[in-house]
């Protein structure tokens, strides 16, 4: 599964420089490879707020949105490093997600650094693209992205002003509790938190499982439909044989 895989630690790099679904990349660096993540989707479209440097990098401004359009991706995961911070974990599953309109993503963070953002389809097990980097500059001004009212907020630890005032702890140890609004205690292998237009931030079960925040419910009308489509093939086999053999013997 490329989430799980993503979700990894390399025990050989602290500081990560490869992206573990380019095979050239991670071989090379004698990291960690994921295989089977590749599907059909578009090639990523830079929009508002995006301009390019010297070397054709792209490039955007603290404190001010920018969006994004990949055709085919139903969501889009991100990690913000300041200047001079380096990335020590992959982009995965559960790293923060941006807002979305349609195939148009946005994505804003207040200060200088990078953004490095993957793409994901519709099962994170086998649809995940490959990384894409945003260079953030200086803004030409002292707004944030909280100040011009952006629908998408920098998800760090630094970041606790983005926590909703009505956000408290529960026991979600049981999966008798269901509540999407306690996005702190999201299930980090089988939930995601997504933020929504307004600002707030929830948490989505992915795939068939059910009852946010702990994920634990697991919908079985897809295992049904497969099952039964494995009967139904079966059978087919089965009366195959029994013909052929009826025709056999009718030879004879």
């Known amino acids: 599964c490329c989430a799980e895989c993503l979700e990894q630690t390399d025990p050989l790099h602290t500081v990560i420089t490869y992206d573990p679904l380019v095979f050239d990349q991670c071989s090379a660096a004698t990291g960690i490879c994921c295989y089977g993540c590749s599907f059909t989707h578009g090639t990523l479209e830079y929009q508002d707020g995006v301009t390019f440097d010297s070397n054709g990098s792209a490039q955007v401004s603290a404190g001010q949105a920018f969006s994004f359009g990949i055709n085919g991706v139903s969501r889009v995961t991100y990690d913000f490093m300041k200047t001079n911070q380096v990335q020590t974990s992959f982009v995965t599953n559960t790293s923060t997600e941006a807002s979305s309109s349609g195939n148009v993503f946005t994505v804003c963070v207040d200060d200088p650094g990078t953004v490095v953002l993957r793409g994901w389809g519709a099962d994170s097990c086998t649809q995940v693209t490959e990384e894409y980097k945003f260079t953030v500059v200086e803004g030409n001004d002292t707004g944030t992205c909280d100040s011009r009212g952006s629908i998408i907020l920098v998800g760090s630890a630094s970041s606790a002003h983005n926590e909703p005032v009505d956000a408290t702890g529960r026991d979600t ?80």
Do not use: M
């Open 173 to 252: 140890t049981s999966s008798l509790y269901s509540d999407h609004n306690d996005f702190a205690n999201c299930n980090p292998t089988r939930g995601t938190v997504v933020t929504q237009e307004d600002g707030s931030k929830v948490c989505k079960c992915t795939g068939d499982w059910r009852n946010p925040p702990t994920c634990d419910e697991f919908s079985y009308v897809k295992v049904i439909i497969t099952i039964l489509g494995a009967v139904a093939t079966v059978i087919s086999i089965l009366i195959s044989v029994r013909a052929y053999i009826k025709s056999r013997k009718s030879k004879k």
